[in-house]
């Protein structure tokens, strides 16, 4: 009855290690309970995968990649290489590498309030009440992917900001789709006013709007974007965006949720897909067991749903976070001081509440 | 006694026209108040000088602005650009061109609350009260000034985001002087984990940081900033950073001041200053004597503070818009409707209330 399936799971740097675990024994959880057959294999990639040979997404960890049905990742960088920006080996190129190489070129970012987590946020409950947006980040295109030079004496830098037609086109369907299974409204988020990549995704976003007459579509500049996000977070539905600008409005928008620690992302392309929260490796809390587990395990939900099929499946592990808010059990990053029926969990007891 | 200044008014397009007008009337008052003599010019930029002239920043204006000792500028952008992408001639080129020849490399947005809009956010008052930020957002390098290209078949578009050592140096140095007259703090935002330039970036940051041991440095990523920035806002001092992310930056924390409409900035260089709100031309409500003039009115404030360093006048200012917000004044865009005692006021009688 069940299906066989081959998840990759990589934990990465940092929190990663924490937190992907409890993502992989919730998986593990649900095959039982389902009578689907899941194997797992582990990679390596960041930090870690630099430490042991060098490379941050060594070949190995690529063609498992290659072979898997879907990837549950956890978190990468190290402050290491941040506080020393001219090394040029870079846990970040690993994630990039990845995301390049199995053509993930879509990151859907569901923002949505769990009710319990209404305090948790620092944005007015009645502001954020009713907020549901889906985010399209394109992922594999913009200043991420364009040529890097540094010039020769070493007193300039740049980075180049490019978009293809075909890029903004094939992630513009994708959004259009999903907009169409929601409340019918696209936002595209440029800067078209300034940048001329801002204007093809433009034009390119507006051809592909007269396919989908019966969704509403909104051209919005990034700066007033990253405002209205805070101000009325209810007036989006599906919001379109690339790379960078995405990099930014989603982690703006985890404050939406609650907190980072609740978000999970889905990036996927034309084959495998790729699970992982949007918090990083949060170095300054990793291996004390205070980590936030739920966005690791609601990417395991979202890898259930959209690379498996498996809704039920997705549903039931969204629930058991649901019924473990409602029964008051908070991780550091969600808790307030505003209910006495507030338990403070660590990363395992808070991952074993949800299991 | 007093001063003998010329000032150049460039009231733009949109509400740019109803708002400079009372900024200009406040420089007026205070010029009679304090025996200052002001004289001033008027100017045109943005969509109504591509109308007048088909040029958005007529070298007439630029002439005229070279003469002056401070330009009071409004708004610029016009939706007929933002709708056509394909449009060459557009309103922003004018405002980027000033910015790049009058030399103004450093744009000042200090985000304070008045303490009577502490409602009007949707962020919660516990986490603004006491928030006091002075964003330093370079203005004359990044993407907005890199090369722009479209291939000739028109599929792809690139814009070069770069900066050079010395960019970076000169407004790293501004911030630091300016963070010593605070608290002492100040966060560059760049994002060193992805782009060259940011690494650039940070990396002469790092070294002007060593000539102010006195003050503390955090480097912070831009995605992490923009939720930080929402989370807890008070953990900032001075913030520096580049103008692409200076610029959603600030937009964002708008909201901190309770609306955009309240947000006045200065754009400073080696030579003359500039004035503006940091609101646009809002097209939806312009001409409508909807808009609210208090960012023109504290975009004077700094006019009078930072280019004729006449403080007195620049806090009586600041203090007329005080004492009109507590008496119960708002425009739409402050209103909330947690106090009886509230008054909504058009621009012009807000802007009489004032004076
Ligand atoms: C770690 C970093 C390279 C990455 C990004 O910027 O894409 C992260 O911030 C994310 O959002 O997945
Ligand atoms: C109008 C536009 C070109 C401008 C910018 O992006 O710099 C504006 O948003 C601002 O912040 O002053």
Sequence with gaps: MGVEKKILVIPGDGIGQEVTSWGKKVLEAIAENFKHKFTFDE??????????????????????????????????????????????????????????????????????????????????????????????????????????????????????????????????????????????????????????????????????????????????????????????????????????????????ASQIAGSMGMLASASVGDAIGFYEPIHGSAHDIAGKGLANPLASILSAALLLDISFGLKDEAQRVIKAVDVTLRQGYRTMDIATKHTANEFILGTDAMGAKVL
Tied chains: 1, 2.
Aim: net charge negative; with cysteine; proline share 4%.
């Design 43 to 252: 990679g390596i990639m960041g930090h870690v995968a630099i430490e042991a040979t060098g490379d941050p997404l060594p070949d190995e960890t690529l063609e498992k990649a290659r072979k898997s049905d879907a990837i549950l990742f956890g978190a990468i960088g190290h402050a290491k290489y941040d506080n020393d920006p001219t090394l040029k080996v870079r846990p970040e190129q690993g994630l990039l590498k990845i995301r390049k190489e199995l053509g993930l070129y879509a990151n859907l970012r569901p923002i949505k309030l769990f009710d319990d987590l209404l305090q948790a946020s620092s944005i007015k409950p009645e502001i954020l009440q009713g907020a549901d947006i889906l985010f399209f980040r394109e992922l594999t295109g913009d200043v991420y992917f364009g040529e890097k030079k540094r010039s020769e004496d070493r007193t300039s830098a740049s980075d180049l900001m490019i978009y293809h037609k075909y890029e903004v086109e094939r992630i513009a369907r994708k959004a259009y789709e999903a907009a169409r299974t929601r409340r019918k409204k696209l936002c595209s988020v440029d800067k078209a006013n300034v940048l001329e990549a801002s204007r093809l995704w433009r034009e390119v976003v507006q051809e592909i709007a007269k396919e989908y007459p019966d969704v509403e579509t909104e051209h919005m500049f990034i700066d007033n974007a990253a405002m209205q996000l805070i101000k009325d977070p209810k007036r989006f539905d599906v919001v379109l965006t690339g790379n960078l600008f995405g990099d930014i409005l989603t982690d703006e």
